[in-house]
Structure formats: structure tokens, C-alpha cells
């Protein structure tokens, strides 16, 4: 296994926070959630507008890094998540402790939790180049092809 270099990581990451958030931006517009202002009058709409952008993970990322172990910019960089070992990761980690760390970029509006993006992505300096979600999730990401 040769593993992705940090630049193609940082890059896929970059391609994904671009690529995810825009699609949650189009279905905010086409579903109208916050339309008017008296849409903002209650929190509903923060839940609607979490819930598209988690729609929106999940059609862009979740699918492929489930059957490819890729997300869009994964593929377009040529690297791929895999586990430890080699092999490809269980579905249930993918869900149970990887996702999570996406989702916690939500939440910027709690301070001490706004860092842990931050902290999760400055893992990638270390010598095996894992972010903390790679290491909690026992996966770590590889160059295709490469020997």
C-alpha cells in the first residue's frame, strides 16, 4: 500500500467541501425551506436545512465511499480509503465512527467543537498521514495503482 500524499488528501477534502455544501445549497433553494422570514421565526429550520445537507453527504459521499471506498474527490485524485489492513472498510464504521466527524463541521457554533474539524484535518502532518477520523475509524487512505 502506498499511502496518498497529503496534498491529494487536502485536495479531495477541498473538492468534497465544495461539492457538498453546494448541493445542500440547491435543495435549501429548491425546497424552499427559508424562503421568507417568517421562516426563521422558529429552529425548524436549522433541522431542515442539517437534514439537507446530510442528504446531500450522503448522495454525493456516503453511497460511493460505501461501494467504491471513494467520495467524488477521492476519485478525481485517484486515492481511496481502505481499512488498516489493506482491505476495504465495513459499512458500520463508515456510519458509526467516521460520519460523525463530518457532521460535527455543522456545528461551529459551539466553540470547543469547531476545533475538532481543525484538529481532525492537522492529524494528516503526522508520519502516517491519518486524520483523527482515520485512526478512530481503523482506515487510512491510498493511492490506486501506485506501487
Known amino acids: ?17 465544495v461539492l457538498v455544501p453546494s448541493l445542500s445549497l440547491l435543495l435549501v433553494m429548491a425546497t ?16 431542515h436545512v442539517l437534514l439537507l445537507a446530510v442528504t446531500s453527504y450522503i448522495l454525493l459521499n456516503g ?14 485524485l485517484g ?11 465495513a459499512w458500520w464504521r463508515l456510519i458509526l465512527l467516521r460520519a460523525p466527524f463530518f457532521a460535527l463541521m455543522f456545528l ?22 491519518r486524520c483523527l477520523h482515520d485512526r478512530v475509524a481503523g482506515t487510512c487512505v491510498v493511492r490506486i495503482g501506485a506501487r
Open 108 to 129: 461551529i457554533v459551539v466553540p470547543p467543537v469547531a476545533l475538532l474539524p481543525l484538529v481532525d484535518h492537522l492529524c494528516i502532518f503526522g508520519k502516517k498521514r
Open 1 to 17: 500500500m502506498v499511502l496518498a500524499s497529503r496534498g491529494r488528501r487536502l485536495l479531495a477534502t477541498a473538492i468534497d467541501a
Open 63 to 76: 453511497y460511493s465511499l460505501w461501494r467504491t471506498q471513494q467520495t467524488l474527490g477521492k476519485r478525481i
Open 32 to 47: 424552499g425551506v427559508v424562503e421568507d422570514a417568517e421562516d426563521y421565526a422558529d429552529f425548524w429550520w436549522i433541522t
Open 79 to 89: 486515492i481511496a480509503m481502505v481499512d488498516a489492513a489493506g482491505g476495504p472498510v
